[in-house]
């Protein structure tokens, strides 16, 4: 059961202060942090032109872990997404990725100077195109063609599903196959961080876990960095090392994604608990 269907999101945003108070302090988030950080935001507001959606955020997580945002609907969390590829208005604060300073750098330059890719929500295939088209749209930035048509071998070679796909419009495909090729066509430049935004949304069960599959082996086994947002919070926090509620912009709870999700209080106001 989704959480509106019990609490409205009013209700939940002030519950979840009350519970939060001032919210964690930065070194608690540092606490959750293994290794070297991949990410590391400070201080951060950010919007579109002159509305603040983010109001002074921190958050960090490491080389090879998994974070999750969630948070009712509003809360800002594809706002934080945005911010880190370029899509928002950065007022103030900094964003690092992998010891880069990517505050002001355009979304090119951060997907090609500091390995940040962005998968979108639903429907970001171009459907007249073929999977492999697609794929290759994905190497825009590569100096050689070349480069991107091997980047596009090697998804193949690790994805049978596409390969045997590759020459069928990507319109044709099922919801788990499109978001396969999405995450996939975000794989050609080989980034180190993927932000993820929404990865079960209009998905069957089926798919959902097929997906979460598919990031999970990126991170374990390429060492991929994942901040994803994710509204099936439990799906989300089942998934993530960390887990960070937001809410009304800002960061009301931090801390284990499996300690959020015994958390008596986030199962009641965003499980459905």
């Given at each position: 059961m989704d959480f509106e269907t019990a609490l409205s999101v009013d209700a939940v945003e002030e519950a979840a202060r009350e519970l939060a108070g001032e919210g964690p302090a930065r070194h608690d988030l540092e606490a959750l942090v293994v290794g070297e950080p991949a990410i590391d935001i400070r201080g951060l507001r950010a919007g579109y032109g002159r509305m603040e959606i983010l109001h002074g955020i921190d958050l960090v997580a490491g080389k090879g872990q998994s974070l999750c945002l969630i948070g009712p609907n509003g809360a800002g969390k594809s706002t934080v997404l945005h911010a880190v590829f370029g899509f928002?208005?950065?007022?103030?604060?900094s964003i690092h990725v992998g010891g880069h300073d990517v505050t002001r750098l355009a979304s090119s330059r951060r997907l090609a100077d500091a390995g940040v890719a962005y998968v979108l929500q639903d429907n970001s295939v171009f459907p007249e195109m073929t999977v492999e088209e697609n794929l290759l749209m994905g190497g825009f930035l590569l100096d050689r063609q070349a480069a991107a048509k091997q980047a596009a071998e090697?998804?193949?070679?690790?994805y049978e599903r596409l390969a045997q796909r590759r020459h069928r419009r990507a319109g044709v495909l099922s919801g788990g196959e499109r978001r396969l090729l999405e995450i996939s066509r975000a794989l050609i430049m080989e980034p180190k961080v993927l932000l993820v935004d929404e990865p079960s949304i209009g998905l069957e069960p089926r798919f959902i876990d097929m997906v979460l599959e598919i990031l999970a082996d990126l991170q374990?086994?390429?060492?991929?960095?994942?901040?994803?947002v994710e509204q099936n919070a439990k799906k989300g926090l089942e998934f993530a090392d960390i887990g960070y509620v937001l809410v009304s912009g800002r960061i009301a709870m931090a801390?284990?994604?499996?300690?959020?999700?015994?958390?008596?209080?986030?199962?009641?106001?965003f499980l459905g608990a």
């Open positions: 928002a208005d950065v007022m103030a604060g090697r998804v193949f070679d690790r374990r086994r390429d060492g991929k960095t994942i901040v994803m801390g284990p994604g499996d300690a959020l999700l015994e958390d008596p209080e986030v199962g009641r106001l």
